[in-house]
T-cell receptor, first 113, second 114 residues
Framework: AQSVTQLDSQVPVFEEAPVELRCNYS??????LFWYVQYPNQGLQLLLK??????LVKGINGFEAEFNKSQTSFHLRKPSVHISDTAEYFC???????????FGAGTTVTVRA | SAVISQKPSRDICQRGTSLTIQCQVD?????MFWYRQQPGQSLTLIAT?????????ESGFVIDKFPISRPNLTFSTLTVSNMSPEDSSIYLC???????????FGAGTRLSVL
């Protein structure tokens, strides 16, 4: 079975500062990796995904993530955050051909002016 | 991408009653999923709903409590039966896009049980 660990439950950050959200996973088989964002009182929106190929993936709203197979990590980064980035961020894994998502516990990002 | 509509967006229910949540997808999809997000927590998969077959439930979830219908390739319902305050959660449906290997989510149904 696969599992996902998000290493930070809460990340306060000042506007225009960089942010990194850490995600580690464990799986005995190859996986697909995802980051979703949940804005207050909304559903989940896909930020980016890693399926194969280049280990650096770019997503929406200026976010990017790097897949590191040796460290089984998929950390999310943004060089300069905005107030509107305040949200809950979820890392998720999907076993190839299984289609189900397993989610991490989530990281709450609060951006302050 | 996909547009997934959930109804109702929120509801307040009395214990012992049942609520049916609807999920409509704007394209035909083979696989749909139902998740529960308890207050302040992450998402937990309840079941997988494939058209033409019985839903497949995850450990800890049973059909009598969470019956699911999947009558066609664009629609599914989840019923939360005989509700108790412990069922107060956000319930989200998702659809799997085969060509993109992505699940798209609805906005969720925020359920409070009194």
């Amino acid at each position: 079975a696969q599992s996902v660990t998000q290493l930070d439950s809460q990340v306060p950050v000042f506007e225009e500062a960089p942010v990194e959200l850490r995600c580690n996973y464990s799986s005995s088989v190859s996986v697909y990796l995802f980051w979703y964002v949940q804005y207050p009182n909304q559903g989940l929106q896909l930020l980016l995904k890693y399926l194969s190929g280049s280990t650096l993936v770019k997503g929406i709203n200026g976010f990017e993530a790097e897949f590191n197979k040796s460290q089984t990590s998929f950390h999310l980064r943004k060089p300069s955050v905005h107030i509107s980035d305040t949200a809950e961020y979820f890392c998720a894994v999907m076993i190839s051909n299984d289609y189900k998502l397993s989610f991490g516990a989530g990281t709450t990002v609060t951006v302050r002016a | 991408s996909a547009v997934i509509s959930q109804k109702p967006s929120r509801d307040i229910c009395q214990r012992g009653t049942s609520l049916t949540i609807q999920c409509q997808v704007d394209s035909q999809v083979t696989m749909m999923f139902w998740y529960r997000q308890q207050p302040g927590q992450s998402l937990t998969l309840i079941a997988t709903a494939n058209q033409g077959s019985e839903a497949t439930y995850e450990s800890g979830f049973v059909i009598d409590k969470f019956p699911i219908s999947r009558p066609n390739l664009t629609f599914s319902t989840l019923t939360v039966s005989n509700m108790s305050p412990e069922d107060s959660s956000i319930y989200l449906c998702s659809a799997y896009w085969t060509g993109e290997n992505i699940q798209y989510f609805g906005a969720g149904t925020r359920l409070s049980v009194l």
